[in-house]
């Protein structure tokens, strides 16, 4: 399936947040190769943040964080001057008829400024341009990220909308919950599924 973008298509312009009396101003932009040195940074603080929570969240290694940089397909927010505020990448499923915004995180030191929402958006309309003709989902047991989501026009689906694809259900298997979802037969857990399909919205 061709539907991703090509070199010429429009890019996702990039958000910046004003400076603060106390803290830099922030760029959102579409990661780049040059990124690559916060990945470390990004898993660690991915997994701290789900340990603080108590909530699932299937675990990332550095590597593949990395590979989503190199591959333009995540959104990193950082200081002026070079220092890591947030990220969030997305992953293709059944040869692109599903796209996943996932691992959405912001750096204690940055947050309540508004920055995953930024992100969100950001990924989002990454996703819509890359993939326009795709389902875009998210599973989160975040009430924030829920109400992030139902902003962009995403509505709460059963798992069975989602991708079927073993390798998305093979990411649960480091998920402090995932007994939950296998005593379910993979048909639902904690998390809350949205899903924003593009053939809907045109309807509507």
């Known amino acids: 399936m061709e539907t991703s973008a090509k070199p010429d298509d429009p890019v996702v312009s990039n958000t910046v947040i004003p400076a ?7 760029i959102i932009r579409t990661a780049e190769a040059g990124d690559v040195q916060y ?4 898993t660690a603080e991915m997994e701290a943040s789900a340990k603080a929570r108590g909530t699932g969240i299937a675990r990332r290694s550095v590597a593949s ?14 200081t002026v001057k070079g220092i890591w505020a947030g990220f969030s990448y997305l992953e293709t499923w059944e040869q692109e008829r599903f796209v996943s915004n996932s ?23 990454l996703s819509r341009v ?13 009430m924030a990220v ?15 909308a989602l991708t079927h694809d ?7 298997g480091s998920c402090v919950n995932h007994g939950i979802l296998c005593s379910k ?7 809350t599924a949205l899903l924003f399909d593009p053939a809907q919205q045109s309807k509507q």
């Open 20 to 26: 603060t009396t106390q803290q830099d101003a922030i």
């Open 39 to 42: 990945a470390a940074a990004i």
């Open 65 to 78: 964080i990395i590979q989503k940089i190199l591959q333009g397909k995540a959104v990193i927010a950082l």
């Open 103 to 125: 691992g959405l995180i912001v750096s204690p030191a940055f947050r309540e400024r508004g920055i995953a929402a930024m992100i969100k958006q950001q990924i989002f309309q």
């Open 130 to 142: 890359l993939y326009p003709a795709a389902k875009i989902f998210s599973i989160t047991t975040g």
């Open 146 to 160: 829920m109400k992030l989501n139902t902003r962009l026009g995403f509505e709460p689906v059963t798992y069975d």
């Open 166 to 172: 073993p390798e998305f259900w093979k990411g649960c």
């Open 185 to 191: 037969g993979g048909k639902n857990c904690l998390c």
